[in-house]
Each structure stands twice: as C-alpha cells, then as structure tokens.
DNA sequence: CCGGCGATTTGATCGAGATCAATGCCTAAC
DNA sequence: GTTAGGCATTGATCTCGATCAAATCGCCGG
C-alpha cells in the first residue's frame, strides 16, 4: 500500500559536505563520487512559512532536497482563486526535471529547511546516473497517485468526508504506523484553516464547521485550533467516505 | 506549453511484427535490436467501448501501447461514486511500472486498439535501456502536470468552467493547434455525458444545463449530443475561468 | 412506419456548502 | 495587565448544483 519508503534506492543516509545533514531522499540513489561532486555544490537555506521556494511560470532556478517541514504545491486562477495541488514532506525532492518553466508555485507551509543544488548539477547527474533517473521517476509514479487519489476527493466526496481524509493523510505523514487498530494518535496540523480549505476546494468557514462536527461527534479533539488527537482513528476512516 | 510531442524520444514510427501497427510513443526509445525482441511478444488487441483493461487492485497482466481511441483511469469508492482521474489517447503508454496492483482501473471510453506487452518482457527492457526509462519519466511528469491541472479545475471552478474547460481539453486532444485565434474547431466527444460528469466531478443534468446555457450563448454548438462545434475558441476560453 | 429503450434534456424542488456578518480566541507588543 | 490584530468559530441567509421526476431525442429491430 505505502511504497515511501522504497524510494530510497538506499537506506544509508549519506553525510553532506555542503548543508551537514544526513541525506536519504533521491540522493541515496548515487554513488561515493558522484555524491561528494554534487554535495560540493548543494547550499543548505531555511525558509520562515510563507516563503515562496518557486513562483507559477517562473525559471527554476534549481533542485532541493526537504530537511525538514512542510511545502505545498499551489496553483492559482487569473482571478485568485487558488488550488493546493500537492504537499511535500522530507524527504521528497523538490524540482521539476526537463523543464525550463514550473507549472506551479511552491511555497513554504511550515518553516522549512531544504538542501538546494544548482539545476545543472542535478541535470547534468541525472544523464550519468541511470539509478537517479529511476529513483525520480519512482517518486513521480507515487506523487501522481498521490495527485490522482485526491481527484478522488476533491470530485466525489462531500466536505466531512474531505475533512476526515485530510486529516488521515495528515495523521499517515506524521506517523506512517498502521492506523487500521484503535492506537490513538496526536499531532499538529501543518496548516492553517485557509491552507485546508485550499487543499480540500472548500471554504475556511465549512472546514471549521466540519472540524466543530467531528469533535461533537467524539471523533478528534481539538486544542489551540492546531492540535489534534485522534482517540480512534479507525472510526474516523468511517468518515472519510473509503 | 505542449509538450506531448517530446514523449516521442524518436519520431520515426516503427513497423512493430506482431501487430503491424507502427509504433510511435515510448517504444521510439529503443534501439533496433530491443525492438524487434519487444514487439515478438507483443499482442495487437481490439476492445469494445467499455470493455475493462485493468480492474482497481488487480494483478496487472502488462503494458500496453494505445493505437487509437480513449481510455479512461476510474477510481471509486465503496459506496459507488466514481472519478475519472486520467485521459489517455493514442500514443500514451499504458501501465504502472514497478508495481504489482493498479491504484486505478482503466476502461476503453471509446472502441480501442491497443498493442500490449507482457509485463516481465517490459520491465526487463527498462533495466537495460536508460533511454526508456528517461522516456517513461517524461510521459509521468505530463500524466502529473495533466492530473495538477485538473486539481485545479475540480476543487475551484464552477460547473460552467468545469465543461468549458473540458471542452477546450477534448479540443486540444483532437488537434493540438493553437487555438488562442479565432478558428472553428469541430469533434465528436470521446464520451457519454455520464462520463463528462465523472470526470468533472459533477452529474449528467448540471453538465447537461451548462452545454445548453453553452449554445444559448452561442459559444458552441451541439449536434446529435456528441458532435461540437467551437466557432469561437478563444470565446469559449473565456468561459474556463482561465 | 411504429414501438421500445437507453441517453439526453428540461423542469421543479431541495439542500450542502458559499457568502456575509459578528463574535471569540490566541499571541505579541507595550 | 491591556490592547491590537490575525485566525478561527459560530450564526443567518443565499445560491449553485444535486436530486427527483417527466418529457424528448435518437437509434435499432420488426
């Protein structure tokens, strides 16, 4: 069912010379040499919430590997309307290869640390390193189901059933655990009312509403609007609609 | 902005032995050689509209490379609702590699055509072509920018933006051209109202009323249900909410 | 030509979620 | 502690799209 963890081609997290962090990720796919030629060019930056890593239409500049937090993938109306079309957690890798343009923007949703590397180091990896490539394109297979199970959501599920699946997958990243047994989880949400409602194509004021039901219900608790806990969240699937 | 066109890494079309069908799409990878091995185990098939290629956490039997008409990428939920969470036309490649069960099931939408593959026969060939592969990721990405696309769409537009951006999306399949100038643009949909619907995340009356609320405007006109004429692209565009 | 059947359109009504409008809550600054 | 300002909750109402129901169309077989 979770193929996560089979993106790392290897398990070893790997020591970068540049940002000092221990790198698993896409990275692991790479030999001694080739990793130590692209850590010399990989710079470590934090990003405060908020933070735009990559605008709609804008070049990219490169490629990066998340550290830590939470990155939301976001694309906007003319009129202002806006979708969050993906949500990136450590230790994906962020870019889009063979393109010049993104097709989205990518903003910080919680503080975030990201290892970045020029987009032509990466590039020029990828053509050497045929591990690379499968490793990407692992990622993207599982970043597409992950894209078309939310279709799912958005197109055919009522708002409570979006809320408790948004929850769940919150809940899945957090603890990646089987939840399907009664073990209670707690945890803080990632994001704000808005960014819910943005991701689950509703209104702040019906994800609030969902959420005051759910906790009615006896499903969650809520504390401090960010923190949750979910005495049973095998009941809680029973309101996800499947 | 299109770039359908580079999925083709060799745009010399291949007479394949089995299904004597030229190939194009993910097969212009592979070297003479690989080909020929490839297309001795391949199997021309004909399928009825409706007819079901891969069910929803089947085993998968192989790949398939779409010589004409439209498939569709189905997930459901318990209870019975449906979202079509992906088009595919000819030449898209069709399969999940490296994963034994299929997260969606795949339906001829329209009557097709398709040359498949044994599942082993492909997946030993991407271990030795790099090329393949790189092509394979290519196809992936634009199956994921398609499917954020459509995020957008289903979670913020309305009803009316929803079939007029289906509209242009079926147009632009059938001729890739420019339409930003006022040339007509005239088709058959692909599919039933039904599916319109499963698609849009919406039912077969609201798309109903928006086709008619359409051709009231006079933005399109409608023949026989399935036949479309778009004497004004650029027009209809301005009903797709950008 | 006629009857039958599935697909589509049209009509009437309902309701989930949006919108508009307060009110309440938490944090930060002073 | 007090106040200000952003977020979140709650309430009242409206609207768009769903639902229920009834024509109408298109097509095939007799």
Redesign the pocket.
């Known amino acids: 069912m979770n193929d996560r963890q089979d993106v790392h081609t290897s398990d070893v997290p790997v020591l970068c010379v540049a940002c000092e962090a221990r790198h698993r990720g896409v990275c692991g796919a790479l030999d001694a040499d080739q990793l130590v030629a692209l850590m010399k060019t990989s710079t470590k930056k934090r990003l405060e919430t908020g933070a735009e890593l990559v605008g709609d239409a804008e070049a990219i500049e490169g490629y990066a590997n998340i550290l830590s937090g939470v990155v939301k993938l976001i694309k906007g109306l003319p009129d202002g309307r806006e979708q969050i079309v993906g949500l990136q957690f450590a230790p994906d890798f962020l870019g889009r290869p063979f393109q010049s343009e993104s097709a989205v923007s990518a903003q910080a949703a919680t503080n975030v640390v990201v290892c970045s590397f020029p987009k032509r180091a990466v590039e020029a990896l990828i053509k050497q390193s045929p591990q690379l490539e499968h490793s990407l394109l692992k990622q993207t297979l599982r970043e597409l189901d992950e894209a078309r199970n939310w279709m799912l959501t958005l197109g055919r599920k ?3 059933e979006k809320v408790a699946s948004y929850l769940l997958l919150i809940a899945n990243y957090i603890d990646p655990a089987d939840h399907s047994h009664a073990e209670a989880v707690a945890f803080d949400l990632p994001m ?3 960014e819910i409602a943005d991701f689950l ?9 969902q ?2 039901k759910l906790r009615i219900d006896g499903v969650i608790q ?1 504390r ?3 923190h949750i806990v979910l005495d049973n969240p095998s009941r809680l699937k029973t309101y996800s609609g499947g």
């Open positions: 009522s708002a409570l704000s009312r808005l194509g509703l209104t702040i004021e019906t994800v609030s509403r959420l005051t809520v401090q609007s960010r």
